[in-house]
């Protein structure tokens, strides 16, 4: 069975720091790895994907996550946040073709920028 | 543009009423779902459409109910089975032939009073 774990539920951090949300996976089968950005009372946008390739993958505004398959890790980084990045994120595990919906969801990850 | 529509983006409900929430698609996606969202808490599957005419149930389908009559279309009924309404809706529709990838809708926030 595949699962995501999301390490932290909440990572605060000051304003122009770098910053880690951590994403685990489990999976047997070959691998796709999103990461989502819901900001407050929105829907979820796609920050990032890794599909196959270069296993750093760059997103939008400045993120960027690395696969790393012996460690089953995808975690997202940012070398400089600023207030506006606070929001909820979500690593997002589809399975093509998967059964049920073929979707898992980590739990998310609320990541505050303190000025 | 393409995208998922959802309306409308705040409701207010009494008790004992059904609430049906709108969502459309013009992303050609055959795979529809419905989301609810609590504060805190990660999404929770409530139902999901993998094409016209069929849907499945997800984790917490008891107390809503969906349709889909159209590709572009699935709307969800919050009826008054359902004993916690209060959350926030997402909708989504999903490129399955491609990446995988979800497409989110804004959202609707329901309020029971």
């Known amino acids: 069975a595949q699962s995501v774990t999301q390490l932290d539920s909440q990572v605060p951090v000051f304003e122009e720091a770098p910053v880690e949300l951590r994403c685990n996976y489990s999976?047997?089968?070959?691998?796709?790895l999103f990461w989502y950005v819901q900001y407050p009372n929105q829907g979820l946008q796609l920050l990032l994907k890794?599909?196959?390739?270069?296993?750093l993958v760059k997103g939008i505004n400045g993120f960027e996550a690395e696969f790393n398959k012996s460690q089953t890790s995808f975690h997202l980084r940012k070398p400089s946040v600023h207030i506006s990045d606070t929001a909820e994120y979500f690593c997002?595990?589809?399975?093509?073709?998967?059964?049920?919906?073929?979707?898992?969801f980590g739990k998310g990850t609320h990541l505050i920028i303190q000025p | 543009d393409g995208g998922i529509t959802q309306s409308p983006k705040y409701l207010f409900r009494k008790e004992g009423q059904n609430v049906t929430l709108s969502c459309e698609q013009n992303l050609n996606h055959d795979a529809m779902y419905w989301y609810r969202q609590d504060p805190g808490q990660g999404l929770r599957l409530i139902y999901y459409?993998?094409?016209?005419?069929?849907?499945q149930k997800g984790d917490i389908a008891e107390g809503y109910s969906v349709s889909r009559e159209k590709k572009e279309s699935f709307p969800l009924t919050v009826t008054s089975a359902q004993k916690n309404p209060t959350a926030f809706y997402l909708c989504?529709?999903?490129?399955?032939?491609?990446?995988?990838?979800?497409?989110f809708g804004e959202g609707s926030r329901l309020t029971v009073l």
């Open positions: 459409s993998q094409i016209v005419n069929d849907f």
């Open positions: 999976s047997s089968v070959s691998v796709y």
């Open positions: 890794y599909l196959s390739g270069s296993t």
């Open positions: 989504a529709s999903r490129d399955r032939e491609n990446t995988g990838e979800l497409f």
């Open positions: 997002v595990f589809p399975l093509s073709g998967g059964g049920a919906d073929g979707l898992t």
